[in-house]
């Protein structure tokens, strides 16, 4: 069976520079087993989460005065870090996660 593609929704949010709009495909604190078992409220101590890109920016402004496009689009799944650069944000209802490029550590294919 062909895996679905899920779509982002329209935020009406523009990232700045190389900041992401990210949509945790996983909610925070809760585990999952090898199975897809979901444990709530398991505290698994990882720092990285999976996401739906939702939103990107324009890209950063090199020394050199050149634009650097964010090598990610929107509708990409992403593994990313959450840190003290990573603002949780609600959006239209949803938790989101805004961040800088350099947080997102791969793209799903």
């Given amino acids: 069976m062909a895996k679905k593609k899920i779509q982002p929704k329209q935020t009406g949010i523009v990232p700045l520079g190389d900041r992401v709009l990210i949509k945790p495909l ?11 078992i979901i444990l709530p409220g398991k505290d698994t101590n990882e720092k990285h989460e999976r996401g739906l890109v939702v939103a990107v920016g324009q890209g950063r402004i090199s020394a050199e005065g050149k634009r650097v496009a964010v090598e990610v689009k929107k509708g990409d799944t ?3 870090k959450r840190g003290y650069d990573a603002d949780e944000v609600k959006v239209k ?17």
């Fill in 26 to 36: 996983e909610a925070k604190g809760e585990a999952t087993t090898a199975s897809g």
């Fill in 78 to 80: 992403v593994w990313f």
């Fill in 93 to 109: 209802g949803e938790d989101l996660v805004l961040t800088s490029e350099g947080n997102i550590l791969a793209i799903e294919r």
